[in-house]
């Protein structure tokens, strides 16, 4: 089993839906907890960063984390087709290595 | 806006030959890394590199693969001889916890545009 498992999709929504991603993980060490957003031929660029449970929130994007549930999901609102984009989970235990262990990364089209 | 630079962006080669990818991270990240990304796969840490030293290479194939940060800055990957199974992304990022004396935690850690090697 993978410490972390991501849903590659891939995912086709119209535009203005939302759109729901998730991540589980069995690493119970893992501290911090980031979504990621790849364009094609792109390296990734950090879109959500958390350190806790709960909900954050950055514009049309939210970051949920259960640490309880092993689980993590980002959800964006009003989904445009410039979201476009592959989409990575990615965890790390701060203050150990700093490695980021990423999931597969879910495939994410928006349609006008 | 600081960027990590990659060369070059894309790679063919035969295999059984040697290739080298360049990195220079944003300007102060003490730390780097290289990840490898197979197509359709997440990214998976391969060498990282505090200063010049090396902190992690427990996943890099060190009977093909070499990394070295001689002065602590830029950073070159080499793999000899490369072998089909070596196509994918080679990306670097570098990563410091503080911005101009704000703590900034893993929101500094930033990826380079990859370097995409298909060996044939």
């Known amino acids: 089993q993978k410490e972390v498992e991501q849903d590659p999709g891939p995912l086709s929504v119209p535009e203005g839906a939302i759109v729901s991603l998730n991540c589980t993980y069995s690493n119970s060490a893992f501290q911090y907890f980031m979504w990621y957003r790849q364009y094609s031929r792109k390296g990734p660029e950090l879109l959500m960063y958390t350190y806790s449970s709960g909900n954050k929130e950055d514009g049309r994007f939210t970051a949920q984390v259960d640490k309880s549930s092993k689980y993590i999901s980002l959800f964006i609102r009003d989904s445009q087709p410039s979201d476009s984009a592959t989409y990575l989970c990615a965890m790390s235990v701060w203050g150990g290595s700093e490695k980021l262990v990423f999931g597969k990364g879910t495939k994410l089209t928006v349609n006008p | 806006e600081a960027e990590v630079a990659q060369s070059p962006r894309y790679k063919i080669t035969e295999k059984s030959q040697a290739v080298a990818f360049w990195c220079d991270p944003i300007s102060g990240h003490a730390t780097l890394y290289w990840y490898r990304q197979i197509l359709g796969q997440g990214p998976e840490l391969l060498v990282q590199f505090q200063d010049e030293s090396v902190v992690d290479d427990s996943q890099l194939p060190k009977d093909r693969f070499s990394a070295e940060r001689l002065k602590g800055v830029d950073s070159t990957l080499k793999i000899q001889p490369a072998e089909l199974g070596d196509s994918a992304m080679y990306l670097c990022?570098?990563?410091?916890?503080?911005?101009?004396?704000?703590?900034?935690?893993?929101?500094?850690?930033?990826f380079g545009s990859g370097t995409r090697l298909t060996v044939v």
């Open positions: 990022a570098s990563s410091s916890p503080y911005d101009r004396g704000h703590r900034v935690g893993l929101y500094g850690y930033t």
